[in-house]
Structure formats: structure tokens, C-alpha cells
Nanobody
Framework: QVQLVDSGGGLVQAGGSLRLSCAAS????????MGWFRQAPGKERDFVAY????????YYGDSVKGRFTISRDNAKNTLYLQMNSLKPEDTAVYYC???????????????????WGQGTQVTVSS
């Protein structure tokens, strides 16, 4: 069992930056592939980024490529999402997620993940 706590959201102007964190409980954080998803009001939850257990493999949604960076510190049991050049369309609740597996093939799908954080609100003003 893994418990995830998202933090770091807030209000930022367009063009600004935020760094989200996801703190995981337990001693098995390094054995889980991780991801970030987001959900805007009235829309489905969308894939943002994925990172394998070692951090050696990452993938990004098309809308955030080149602006967002996913990373992890297995010694600190923490996942990060560095968000730069933020746009109003990035406004959403952001969720971190953990898979039971070291790597996942359907990393873009919510179904690949077994544990979820509570979400943190990111609001980008124009």
C-alpha cells in the first residue's frame, strides 16, 4: 500500500513557474512507476507525465512537452513536476499516481496506476 500526498499548487501568472511535489509513504517508493495527471473543470482527467522506477524513462503529454519536467528522488520518497512557461489552459487539479509495477506500458492511461494523491489546484491567470 502506498499513500500519496500532493502539494505545491497555487495561483500563478501566465509565463510563471510552479513545482509540484508528491510525498509517498512506505519503503517501496523506488519500486513504483509514477505519473502525473490533471483534470480541468468539466473535463476528463488527462495524462501529463510519466517516470519509471529509476527515473531513466520519462514521457510527456503533447501539451506540456518542453515546458514540464517530471523527476523523482527515491531517497526522499518524493515525486516532482516542474512546470515552466505556464499557460491559462494548464489550470486544473493535478494528481500524482503510482503503479504497483516498476514500469508500465500504458503509461498514458489512468488504468495503469493503482494509487492516487488527493490532488493540488493549479490556477494560471492570463
Amino acid at each position: 500500500q502506498v499513500q500519496l500526498v500532493d502539494s505545491g499548487g497555487g495561483l500563478v501568472q501566465a509565463g510563471g513557474s510552479l513545482r509540484l511535489s508528491c510525498a509517498a509513504s512506505g519503503r517501496t517508493f523506488s519500486k513504483h512507476a509514477m505519473g502525473w495527471f490533471r483534470q480541468a473543470p468539466g473535463k476528463e482527467r488527462d495524462f501529463v507525465a510519466y517516470i519509471s522506477w529509476s527515473g531513466g524513462t520519462t514521457y510527456y503529454g503533447d501539451s506540456v512537452k518542453g515546458r514540464f519536467t517530471i523527476s523523482r528522488d527515491n531517497a526522499k520518497n518524493t515525486l516532482y513536476l516542474q512546470m515552466n512557461s505556464l499557460k491559462p489552459e494548464d489550470t486544473a487539479v493535478y494528481y500524482c499516481a503510482a503503479s504497483k509495477n516498476l514500469v508500465v506500458t500504458s503509461w498514458f492511461s489512468q488504468d495503469a496506476y493503482d494509487y492516487w494523491g488527493q490532488g493540488t489546484q493549479v490556477t494560471v491567470s492570463s
